[in-house]
């Protein structure tokens, strides 16, 4: 049994998350799709006709040529809506472009507001960007479409360009890199994002996966393969699960050094303590995944992370739904983890891939994203899809059990913070997995004598001006909104937010005034970049 010893080192070694956005199935945002997951909403449903005919590419029959064994994806909805002028973009290259990269840019900003990071700091410091990719689907569909190839039309489709597209637009000097390992994508870019903060190659990370299922290739290949659920249901851990089921998702947060996090009074939404990777190397197929790798990918990854497994409550699983890989997950696993403590079913297991189907090249980053909002809510949610445990998965014998029912999230130990792993393997050979805790903040004894706030709004345009009136009318009703003081809220409008030319504010001296204020539908007044800064906000 392997010794677990507290390393003695005075770099610290922790990176803090601070920023979350995410589209998922289901899900607009963050608090959309956490509130899912929570309740145990199946977000599958039958491929529309936007991405392709199931008539003309779905057959019940396997042995049928040209044809998909699944005609299900966890969709997400309007990939075609782009505010390409608020981006600087043109109509014609924004044609061109990949909605994988329109979605990309759409969260990589929504994430930078939910910081609360003025984008100036992210441009005069190193911001790296790493983006998990897999699919090009769009670029097959441009190519059979015959419609003219211009300029853009590489520009629009290549994947180096999902990263270099979020650096060049929001003006980011550290490394912008795309990323390709399969399913293994995002996880491998969180790690790489963690890698550059810790050798102080970045002051600002951002990590990303991205996914879109828009047309039946893939479908139809890995149909052939008898990878997807032919009833279009991810079963993970239960007896009758036979492949995954596609879906649409693009994650992304942002990383920052936790010292640097806390110094400057940063949202931390979670503490990532450790991540490794590594290949399965030869087996049977190049698809085919061993217990013996996925061990030691852990195991490195509790090494990184300095921590022991038995202070690990909880476990977001790869989990694809599989009768043969979920027992060789499990078993992964149990090695890993029974070479440190012998303690059984102490550890709850669950999969995002039951609520949304299976994200790939974004799967990692939503397992991330899902352990966070868990971090935050102090809950467990449960996986769906179970009605009878795999009879090859003896649970009693492990130390994991199943996440059934929502419950509380809570350490045994209350000297350990709450602690997650999280695993995300390639149909590839490539194996990552990442270890999560909750950031434990202390009381500020300082009152602020500040009795005034100012609540400012602005907006590129009018139209969007009120639509971001909307969505904090929207927004107030929320218990997230309940959860902020009025200085962190007007705060965080004026010094964590980029101030366009249509705005509108108000001194407030409660949270009543902020509804009042938008309650009477108030309109913008263009101005200029510089009027706000003559405000005295101090």
Request: hydrophobic residues 35%.
């Amino acid at each position: 049994m392997r010794k677990y010893n507290k390393k003695n080192s005075d770099k610290n070694q922790d990176i803090a998350i601070i920023g979350i956005a995410c589209r998922f199935p289901g899900a607009g945002t963050k608090e959309k799709f956490w509130e899912n997951v929570r309740s145990g909403i199946n977000s599958i449903r039958e491929i529309t006709p936007d991405r392709w005919d199931i008539d003309t590419f779905y057959s019940g029959n396997f042995d049928d040529p040209g044809k998909s064994l699944s005609k299900w994806c966890g969709l997400i909805e309007n990939i075609d809506k782009f505010d390409n002028k608020f981006f600087n973009i043109s109509d014609r290259e924004s044609r061109n472009m990949d909605p994988q990269q329109r979605l990309l840019l759409q969260e990589t900003w929504h994430c930078i507001e939910d910081a609360g990071i003025p984008l100036k700091q992210l441009q005069d410091t190193i911001t790296s960007v790493y983006v998990g990719v897999m699919a090009t689907d769009y670029q097959m569909k441009m190519a059979e479409s015959g419609e003219p190839v211009d300029s853009y039309s590489c520009l629009g489709n290549y994947e180096c360009i999902l990263a270099n597209r979020i650096s060049y637009i929001f003006d980011l000097k550290g490394e912008s890199i795309s990323i390709d390992a399969a399913c293994a994508s995002s996880l491998l870019a969180i790690h790489n994002a963690k890698r550059a903060l810790r050798n102080g190659e970045s002051d600002f990370a951002i990590a990303a996966g991205i996914s879109l299922n828009l047309h039946p290739w893939k479908y139809i290949s890995f149909s052939k393969s008898r990878m997807l659920s032919p009833d279009g249901q991810c079963k993970t851990f239960d007896k009758n699960a036979n492949g995954y089921v596609p879906g649409d998702g693009a994650g992304v947060i942002l990383l920052q050094r936790l010292e640097d996090a806390v110094a400057q009074k940063n949202v931390i939404y979670g503490v990532l303590k450790g991540t490794a990777v590594n290949h399965v190397g030869k087996t049977i197929s190049i698809t085919a995944p061993g217990i013996e790798s996925q061990k030691e990918v852990i195991v490195k990854a509790l090494e990184d992370a300095d921590i022991s497994p038995d202070t690990i409550s909880y476990i977001e699983a790869h989990g694809t739904g599989t009768s043969l890989g979920d027992p060789i997950e499990i078993a992964g696993l149990t090695s890993a983890y029974k070479s440190y403590t012998d303690k059984l079913q102490y550890c709850k297991i669950g999969s995002v891939k039951t609520n949304i189907g299976h994200l790939e090249a974004a799967a990692g980053i939503a397992g991330v994203i899902k352990v966070l909002m868990m971090l935050k809510h102090k809950q467990i949610p449960p996986i769906v899809n179970i009605k009878t445990i795999n009879p090859i998965i003896n649970f009693k014998e492990t130390p994991f059990t199943i996440a059934e029912e929502t419950e509380e999230w809570k350490q045994e130990d209350s000297s350990h913070p709450l602690r997650a792993g999280i695993s995300s393997f390639g149909m590839g050979g490539v194996n990552s997995h990442a270890i999560i805790e909750e950031y434990v903040y202390k009381k500020s004894k300082s009152k602020s004598n500040k009795n005034e706030e100012l609540f400012l709004l602005s907006a590129k345009s009018e139209k969007s001006f009120v639509h971001l009136i909307e969505r904090w009318k929207a927004f107030i009703k929320s218990p997230e909104y309940q959860l902020l003081s009025l200085k962190d809220i007007c705060g965080t409008l004026v010094y964590g937010r980029n101030h366009f030319p249509y705005r509108n504010g108000i001194i407030v001296k409660s949270r009543k005034e902020i509804q009042d204020f938008l309650e009477q539908a108030p309109g913008c007044f263009p101005g200029n970049e510089t009027d706000f800064y003559e405000l005295n906000v101090g």
